[in-house]
């Protein structure tokens, strides 16, 4: 029998993983194509810190981000453990929350505790809050790790910018929706919306634990500082419906005068890269087979798999595993191009 014809359409943390966790399913039984109109280092993904904490999800999925996030975790932890680690930027990293209410959906993290009163006075201002360690993944590396997993399993790619879904449906059984923010033009989604991120990233090995300040009066501006296994990634703005992609001055100050205040020794850090990417955010991440695109009728049948916001990393492979699981669904149910 002719392998089936997968399409996943977008290259960021969730189309390449999807991809991958299709073929790794199905093998030779579906032959599986990327199209997208930009890759690793152009995506949103490229910019993320690549830390491991669900940021800015909507409390009422708890039990798909639990799901998922704790997948994820499993999934860079074994990472980081095999001889891959080093590919890929795979790490555990340790350090402090400072919060005046308990962090959520950190069960996970190894080592969870709230912060000593010597813990505490890091924090210039004295603040309360937890310690824990997690993963992070240098996201950089692991795009292109992928891809190169993707091809080598004898993957498709293809670069295009798609006006709607229906272009593609002739030619594939099943097409998975990984776009990110670009779903709020391809699908009309006005639920998606973006939330603008901007950091700094700079060179300063000595750091190296993570510190992450929530003021619970001013969430758009939480300030924090991940060193990833190349550059330490500080932040950072979330604000809501901008879609402002150039780098503002009074977020740079911000930014910059939060951290050193935090940290004073990051004033010596050598200042590699300003940057602002557009998270996707809606209500519900959506992981579902489309009720009107099922595949029943000949058509292509349509997986989502986007809207993570600040979480893209921390859940995305285990929302590759269910978009999977859903693509396998969809194949059972299709009649094949095949055979048409
Ligand atoms: C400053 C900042 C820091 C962050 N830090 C973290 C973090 O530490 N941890 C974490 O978990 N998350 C973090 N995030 C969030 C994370 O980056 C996103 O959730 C994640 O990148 C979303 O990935 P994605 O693959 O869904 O989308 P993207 O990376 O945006 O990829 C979308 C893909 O779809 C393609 N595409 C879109 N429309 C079309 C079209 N019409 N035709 C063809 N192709 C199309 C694009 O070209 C691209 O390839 C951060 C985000 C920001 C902005």
């Not at 700079?202 to 619970?216: G, S």
């Not at 557009?278 to 058509?299: A, F, S, W, Y």
Request: glycine share 10%; aromatic share 8%; net charge negative.
């Amino acid at each position: 029998m002719a392998p089936q014809q997968v399409c996943v359409v977008g290259a960021g943390v969730s189309g390449l993983s999807t991809a991958v966790s299709i073929q790794q399913e199905l093998s030779s039984k579906v032959v599986v194509s990327i199209v997208a109109d930009k890759f690793s280092p152009e995506t949103t993904s490229d910019g993320s810190g690549g830390f491991w904490g669900p940021h800015l999800v909507n409390p009422d999925q708890a039990d798909d981000i639990n799901k998922w996030g704790n997948e994820t975790f499993d999934y860079i932890f074994d990472l980081f453990r095999s001889e891959h680690g080093g590919d890929v930027g795979a790490q555990l990293i340790s350090g402090y929350c400072f919060s005046n209410s308990a962090i959520p959906f950190v069960d996970k993290c190894i080592g969870v505790r709230n912060l000593t009163k010597e813990e505490s006075n890091i924090h210039p201002d004295t603040k309360n809050g937890q310690t824990l360690t997690t993963v992070m993944i240098d996201v950089k590396a692991y795009l292109p790790w992928l891809m190169k997993k993707f091809q080598a399993n004898g993957g498709i790619v293809l670069k295009r910018k798609i006006s709607s879904l229906d272009e593609l449906s002739p030619y594939y059984d099943v097409i998975v929706n990984c776009t990110g923010l670009g779903a709020h033009y391809l699908l009309d989604d006005h639920d998606l919306r973006p939330v603008r991120g901007q950091v700094f990233r700079v060179r300063a090995p000595w750091i190296k634990h993570f510190y992450v300040d929530i003021d619970e009066s001013n969430p758009e501006n939480e300030i924090y500082i991940l060193p990833g296994a190349r550059e330490v990634v500080l932040g950072g703005t979330s604000q809501v419906g901008d879609w402002n992609t150039q780098v503002d001055s009074a977020d740079r100050d911000l930014i910059w005068n939060g951290c050193c205040k935090l940290l004073p020794s990051l004033k010596k850090a050598e200042v590699l890269e300003e940057w602002v990417g557009l998270r996707p955010q809606r209500t519900r991440i959506r992981v579902e087979l489309d009720r009107k695109h099922t595949g029943r009728e000949g058509n292509a049948a349509i997986v989502h798999n986007y809207g993570h916001g600040g979480s893209g990393v921390t859940l995305h492979w285990g929302c590759a595993q269910e978009a999977t699981r859903l693509v396998v669904r969809a194949l059972k149910n299709a009649i094949p191009k095949s055979n048409l």
